[in-house]
């Protein structure tokens, strides 16, 4: 199944004759393309090594990296093949190896009450608080259920799409999507019930 | 919030604009700038790498041939004749003998002979 593997809300969808041509042009050393290009990945990019990496800091020192490596590694990108793929794989890596580097301090234990329920999160505060508890909870996620769930459901990868990020069977990326959502669905549904 | 199925082919829009918000990174602007500001030309492919040398190569090469070619011409050039050292040298200087035993063929005898001791 193939879906647009660029669903990001705002902005429009870079067509890959788009993508191939930006990339050429970043490669003869045009900034304003390579600018281009990263202007429409950024947002994107920093989620993914976000779920990675829980210190946002972090999270965009890794995303940055990444854009300055595919930038290396530009020769080596297909054009006949869509850039968001090809550059996610490389935010993972980047977040990965950066928190290999550093020895990042581990997930602080859930909240008790993160899937305990809470009014509707209708004013800012508590959508804020909701969010607090989004990432808590997905920092209780094994890592790559975590990034399945978030190139899927934020993203909007394909499972393939996502297989081929993350070098795992197609079939094991539904089972850890299916995973982390049951746990994610419940923490909303909790906030979506009035207690 | 959709049914929960396990092979569920479709994102879940609620979950996924939720998961969205909790991982918004702020400063857009700033990090675009901040990456952007990194970039550097990317590396050039062997081949125009290769092709950006050429030039400076095939002159470095025509002038090393050039100066090895030189060398060459006067380690091969022969040396002068016998008769040249008998004539030229002092005859007590000894270079004229050495020219002599040098020498692949024997000298004019005329020559030889005309030079005084």
């Excluded at chain 1, 930038?71 to 850039?83: G, M």
């Excluded at chain 1, 950066?98 to 997930?107: H, L, M």
């Excluded at chain 2, 050039?66 to 030229?88: H, K, Y």
Aim: proline share 7%; charged share 30%; hydrophobic share 45%.
């Amino acid at each position: 199944m193939s879906r647009d593997p660029q669903p990001q809300a705002g902005g429009p969808r870079i067509e890959l004759r788009e993508e191939a041509e930006l990339v050429t042009r970043s490669l003869a050393g045009d900034r304003t393309a390579f600018g281009a290009l990263v202007e429409r990945y950024a947002a994107q990019a920093r989620r993914v090594a976000r779920a990675f990496l829980r210190d946002p800091d972090d999270a965009d020192d890794a995303a940055q990296d990444a854009f300055l490596s595919a930038l290396v590694k530009l020769e080596q990108y297909d054009p006949r093949r869509p850039f968001g793929p090809w550059l996610m794989r490389i935010v993972a890596n980047a977040a990965t190896d950066r928190r290999r580097r550093r020895s990042v301090r581990s997930a602080e234990p859930l909240d008790p009450g993160v899937v305990g329920g809470g009014p509707r999160p209708d004013t800012a505060a508590e959508r804020s608080a909701l969010s607090e508890r989004l990432r808590q909870a997905l920092a209780e996620l094994p890592e790559r259920r975590r990034l399945a769930v978030v190139l899927f459901d934020v993203e909007g990868y394909s499972h393939a799409e996502i297989a081929g990020m993350l070098k795992i069977p197609e079939g094991t990326v539904r089972s850890e999507v299916f995973h982390a959502r049951r746990k994610l669905r419940t923490l909303l549904e909790d906030w979506r019930e009035p207690s | 919030m959709k049914e929960e199925l396990p092979f569920d082919h479709e994102p879940d829009a609620q979950l996924g604009a939720a998961l969205r918000e909790a991982l918004a990174p702020q400063g857009h602007d700033a990090f675009v700038a901040r990456v952007v500001a990194g970039f550097t030309t990317p590396r050039a492919g062997s081949w125009d790498v290769l092709a950006g040398w050429a030039g400076r190569g095939i002159a470095a090469a025509a002038l090393l041939a050039l100066g090895a070619g030189f060398a060459a011409g006067r380690v091969m050039q022969p040396a002068a004749s016998i008769e040249e050292a008998l004539l030229t040298a002092p005859a007590d200087s000894g270079t004229a003998a050495a020219a002599v035993m040098r020498g692949d063929n024997p000298p004019d005898a005329s020559i030889v002979f005309a030079i005084r001791p």
